[in-house]
């Protein structure tokens, strides 16, 4: 109250000074995130499938032909599964690496290097390489051969599980694992790093305590560590989310959409059906449609961290 | 003991596997990109070049060396301005808070999540009003906006840690906003500036989406035209691991010197920080 009546008394010129400061990026926010956003949504529901714009009402014609697509069917089904396996993969294997080498270990440092560097690569140069790597014809398959066993990678026209849904068939597309092996090289190191960190923050007296309780180192993990690493593992979940539900520079370089689109995912069709095929309202609909999957994470997430703050 | 001793044996072997898993990539890159063409096969990609040969490095550094500059030219004003900017934002959103400054923070960290496909059609329209489509202005102008979320988040999370007690003393001694901001904050935060920096370089020069609907031929940043290789009808494999190696060189030095700042940066990322 009384720090009310202080900010009321003197709308200082430093005030207005800062109101300055932020007015560009707030202008700027405003206009290129969320006006954009709207003009997206806008475009989503016009007749602009063609090269000139036609803005035209179309109602959501373009959403229920989207829904009734083989390709964005595929699409739907391949990030699903793409983002279970990923964030699976990447949280399992950061954990477990970060609980390997969090002791000083010797050549700590110099694992935690090679596991954390492919992040400062560009998913451009990942596909490029891992093409190569998974190539059934040789890639790792040429190991592989002394256990008997020749994958067909990207290649792979197998859907695992499957069974006749809508226009699809809905199962595991087999060629969506070497996608997720390559972006799980690429995005380890992230979850490594966040563990590492949650790991150090953890202090000394709490395993001991748990320790002379009687408790086996493992179970210092199992009952101590692990569950503190939860909101760690929230982080880790939500943005490992988002990056796999917008994927598109990885998979555009590696694969491509693949042989009955077992490799595609909305933003390789958006891409597409947008800049290749002038099907802008289409296009802006996927956009919406992939928008709308990323808040579903994400809205809440930040929700929370905002309550967190106060 | 002894139990001991072996489960450290087995970590070790375990890490070391992982590691030579890890690795492969930048083996099978450098091996390839040491090879003359007519050594380059399939059958042949683990096998280590006969003899070394440089070729393929000069001929990628001859398609995509103005792209690389491309690249630079990009980076290095897009960087400048989006740390200035985020720190701007950071010292307002932190020292500077005013009614709904929460709200309105937790409105902008949301640009940094949205899927950029959500708005680049109507970016595109709009670079094409102001005539900046195709352009590499164009494309610093598009990573400066996208980037406010980040760095501002970065900036205030770094800024936080001043202590208030510090700008209040200021204020009494008859400092003002600017002054403050000047003497106080940006030579304190100059871990700050690097470690935005940092991340800032290492994502705009790997970003991919906005660079290829942004620009075509002349303007293109090395990603595009490292992606373009494999798009060509002979696929000269030798000469496409030495360009990926060039187009990750810059990012990949940036982590070989700088990583505790790369990491710093990561993990500011996660909004927490």
Known sequence: ?310 | MAANKISTFLKYILLITLAIIFLSPVYVIFVTSLKPLDEVSLSTMWALPTSIDFSSYSQAFEELGPNVMNSFYLVIPATFLSALLGAMNGYVLSKWKFRGSEILFTVMLFGMFIPYQSILIPLIQFLRSIDLYNSIAGLILTHVVYGLPITTLMFRNFYANIPDTMIEAAKIDGASFLGIFRRIMIPLSITGFVVVAIWQFTNIWNEFLFAVTITNSDSQPVMVALQNLSGSQIVQWNVQMAGALLAALPTLLVYIILGKYFVRGLLAGSVKG
Do not use: C
């Open chain 1, 1 to 310: 109250m009384a720090e009310n009546i202080k900010r009321k008394k003197r709308i200082s010129s430093d005030q207005w000074v800062a109101l300055a400061f932020l007015a560009p990026s707030i202008l700027l926010i405003a206009v290129f995130v969320y006006g954009f956003i709207g003009w997206t949504g806008y475009v989503s529901f016009s007749n602009w499938n063609t090269l000139t714009p036609d803005f035209s009402f179309a109602g959501l014609s373009n959403y229920l032909y989207l829904f009734s697509d083989f390709r964005f069917q595929a699409d739907l089904r391949n990030t699903l599964f793409f983002t279970l396996f990923f964030i699976g993969a990447v949280i399992i294997l950061g954990l477990g690496i970060a609980i390997l080498i969090e002791k000083n270990l010797k050549g700590e440092s110099l694992f935690r290097n090679i596991f954390l560097f492919p992040m400062a690569l560009s998913f451009v140069v990942t596909g490029v390489v891992w093409q190569w790597l998974l190539n059934p014809s040789t890639g790792f398959n040429h190991f592989l051969k002394w256990f008997g066993i020749q994958p067909l990678w990207y290649t792979d026209t197998n859907i695992l599980a499957g069974f006749q849904w809508g226009a699809i068939e809905f199962g595991v597309p087999v060629a969506i694992i070497a996608v997720v092996i390559a972006a799980v090289w690429q995005m380890t190191g992230f979850s490594l790093a966040m563990y590492l960190a949650g790991l150090r923050g953890i202090p000394d007296e709490l395993r001991e305590a748990a320790r002379v309780d009687g408790a086996s180192e493992r179970q210092v993990y199992r009952k101590v560590v692990i569950p503190m690493m939860m909101p760690i593992t929230v982080s880790v979940v939500i943005i490992m989310a988002h990056i796999s539900l917008k994927i598109f520079d990885l998979v555009y370089a590696m694969t491509g959409s693949g042989a009955n689109f077992v490799t595609d995912v909305p933003g390789v069709y958006m891409f597409e059906t947008t800049f290749r095929g002038n099907y802008y309202a289409q296009g802006a609909a996927i956009a919406i449609i992939m928008l709308l999957l990323v808040a579903i994470f994400i809205v809440p997430y930040l929700w929370y961290n905002r309550k967190g703050d106060n």
